[in-house]
């Protein structure tokens, strides 16, 4: 793999500064980490699943719909990367998913027919507490990460984690498996919403999702408020660009 550009690096670091001061959306958030993660080193997707009020993992954000799928059939089926980078609170790195069969038997084989040919996963931390973990898929035989690119990934996990408590979003006394489980109820509303939008303008999970966001940033609104107006009244997903 080619080691990480440092103009590139640098950008996406403004960006996610960026997004800490203004005001915070979660979810937001963690979409924007993925996509950045995925162009940073050319990987082919990139999910993210974060722990709820009982330490169990849950699907958070997706560059695709395709690892979207994939991360929640390696938390069907309690094997996987992120699990295995989520248990030890240590990255897993450079893994031939066509030669880890043994290691995840029923994960590899299912990754590698989404057309992936090797992962990486990153914990998200807090000093030595995983509160989460990021996939990184490549599609391609030999993108084995050099040092310098897992130290980059694993900053951009630390990010993630970071934004978690940040003290705007996170007040004195309030509890983080509160806040975790706020952001999950929030998931499932902004998957209702891309149904519904699929489904009126007759695109894709991935497009709908998409104009999703898009609205909300043209409209300066969070993305749950703008999944909440759709869930609520379908028809107006008619207005989204």
């Keep these: ?11 996406i670091f403004v960006e996610v500064a960026d997004t800490l001061v203004d005001e915070f959306d979660l979810i937001e958030f963690l979409h924007m980490l993925t996509d950045r993660a995925a162009a940073l080193v050319d990987a082919a997707a990139v999910g993210i ?91 391609t035989k030999g993108g084995d990460f050099a040092d310098t690119d897992v130290t980059v990934m694993q900053a951009l996990a630390d990010i993630a984690s970071i934004a978690l408590l940040q003290e705007r979003t996170i007040n004195r006394g309030e509890i983080l498996t509160e806040q975790l489980q706020g952001a999950l109820n929030s998931r499932i509303v902004i998957e209702q919403a ?21 609205h909300a940033r043209s409209h300066n609104q969070r993305l749950i408020d703008v999944a909440q107006t759709i869930v609520a009244n379908p028809a107006t997903a008619q207005q989204l660009p």
């Design 1 to 11: 793999m080619t080691t990480v550009s440092a103009q590139r690096l640098a950008t």
């Design 49 to 139: 699943l974060l722990a709820d009020p009982r330490g169990k993992l849950q699907f958070m954000a997706g560059s695709d719909e395709n690892v979207k799928l994939l991360e929640l059939f390696q938390l069907q089926n309690k094997e996987g990367p992120c699990l295995e980078a989520f248990r030890t609170a240590q990255p897993v790195i450079n893994v031939d998913l066509g030669a880890a069969g043994a290691r995840w038997p029923k994960f590899a084989p299912r990754a590698t027919e989404a057309g992936f040919q090797s992962v990486h996963a990153f914990p998200l931390r807090l000093r030595q507490q995983a509160i989460g973990a990021m996939n990184v898929f490549g599609a």
């Design 194 to 214: 891309k149904g519904a939008v699929a489904q009126a303008r007759g695109v894709s999970v991935d497009d709908a999702f998409t104009r999703i966001r898009s």
